[in-house]
């Protein structure tokens, strides 16, 4: 939600009584609501198909089947649709003109302005973004990325055929990475997790270029070492560095651009990130067999957690790290190493005040749902509730969420919450 797109004048409410839909339609699904919480969409099953409703109209037309109804971050809502037996993507009610057999997976662009899918197409894969699809089709596809602009993407894809128990064919290899629809001169074993810089102009992968190696590549580009195994990689967003965790001496470490970064070795180490302005990264690790925890600049936190530790959120100005955190079976989220207290069924990730001050998270309990401020618990109780989101002094919590299928915007004062 960009701040033009918000209204934080406190206390102001949408109430939007749901149960009509509920009364006139054989099924209500995939309730969503928009970043700026005053829409709120539903699928309804009618008697000609699937039909979508926003803030109790609907679209013009239904469909055959739908699934995945869902707001960009720039507002406009989409859905996967069948149309003559064919899908496509619908946005704000107009469908794309192209249609395929199968679409899945869509991701976003960093901006938010741009939409892509994987699909399959005249028994071809490819990735579309916006309506266009790739050019060139392939007999596979797995992982896939799309630059912060929308203007590339990548694909991990197979480009020839093997005969079943073909073992030696696998070895040569037969996986490599498209770029916007043009494939590496070189072929691996396996390819995976491609990632561009966030100018566009580097993509990267693991890739498997030996039965027993693994390593990175960087616009067809190979590191000189070989791992017992790497993981995701991410390029520093202030110089468009590459780091990535790599298995070597007998545990996990971070290089970057081939060189080791952080001088520990942990037990397992993954879902790097950086803060805004690169200086410093953080990753979940284990610093020992069963127990997680959060390392920032090689550092790991003193508390460790038997369960899980999700991804490291970095506040905007990067002097503060907090993550979901799972231990004995409750979750919970930790700020700096230290756990908030109390413990929920369920949390989900931390959002920070834009000045870092505060931070804030949905967490699910008793199959209710609240919002979470500083380790406290929120006064009310929903349903059915949306991630909070700061207004930009970060004073107030935009509270989008259902209660006896009555669908309810709120600004609230955080002193309030």
């Not at 979508?52 to 037309?61: A, F, I, K, Q, T």
């Not at 596979?140 to 073909?166: K, P």
């Not at 989220?333 to 000045?355: C, K, L, R, T």
Request: with cysteine.
């Amino acid at each position: 939600m960009t701040e033009k797109t918000a209204d934080y004048e406190i206390g102001k409410s949408f109430p939007i009584d749901l149960n009509p839909l509920y009364e006139k339609y054989q099924r209500v699904d995939e309730l969503t609501v928009s970043p700026d919480g005053e829409k709120v969409a539903a699928l309804v099953k009618t008697d000609s198909g699937f039909s979508v409703m926003v803030n109790g109209e609907s679209w013009p037309e239904d469909f055959e089947l739908a699934w995945h109804l869902r707001y960009l971050p720039d507002g406009r809502l989409y859905l996967f649709a069948r149309i003559n037996d064919l899908w496509t993507v619908v946005v704000d009610g107009q469908p794309w003109e192209e249609t395929f057999e199968y679409i899945w997976n869509p991701q976003v662009s960093g901006d938010g302005k741009k939409l892509a899918v994987l699909f399959k197409k005249d028994d071809n894969y490819g990735v579309a973004v916006e309506g266009h699809p790739w050019e060139n089709g392939f007999l596979s596809i797995r992982d896939y990325a799309i630059s912060f602009d929308g203007l590339r993407t990548a694909a991990t894809v197979q480009t020839e055929a093997l005969a079943e128990a073909d073992i030696f064919g696998f070895a040569e290899g037969v996986w490599s990475l498209a770029v916007d629809g043009q494939v590496w001169d070189k072929k691996y074993i396996n390819v995976w997790k491609p990632i561009f810089s966030r100018d566009g102009q580097k993509v990267a992968a693991e890739v498997r270029p030996e039965m027993y190696g693994y390593t990175l590549a960087v616009n067809g580009q190979e590191w000189p070492d070989k791992y017992g195994c790497v993981w995701e990689p991410l390029f520093r967003p202030d110089n468009d560095n590459l780091v990535a965790p790599v298995k070597h001496s007998g545990g996990w470490g971070i290089a970057e651009n081939g060189q080791l970064l952080w001088k520990k070795n942990y037990n397992q180490l993954w879902k790097l990130q950086f803060s805004p302005d690169g200086k410093r990264l953080a990753a979940t690790v284990s610093p020992q067999f069963g127990r997680w925890t959060i390392a920032v600049d090689d550092k790991p936190w003193w508390q460790t957690f038997e369960d899980m530790v999700l991804e490291p959120v970095f506040s905007p100005s990067g002097d503060r790290v907090a993550a979901c955190v799972k231990d004995k079976g409750w979750w919970n989220i930790a700020v700096d190493g230290q756990s908030w207290p109390n413990h929920y069924d369920v949390i989900w990730s931390p959002v920070f005040s834009p000045d870092g001050k505060r931070i804030a998270a949905k967490a699910e309990s008793g199959g209710k749902y609240l919002i979470l401020l500083d380790g406290r618990a929120g006064k009310n109780r929903f349903d059915k509730l949306w991630e909070p989101v700061f207004s930009p002094d970060g004073e107030k919590i935009l509270v989008r969420g259902i209660n006896d299928n009555k669908y309810v915007r709120e600004i609230v004062p955080v002193g309030d919450l």
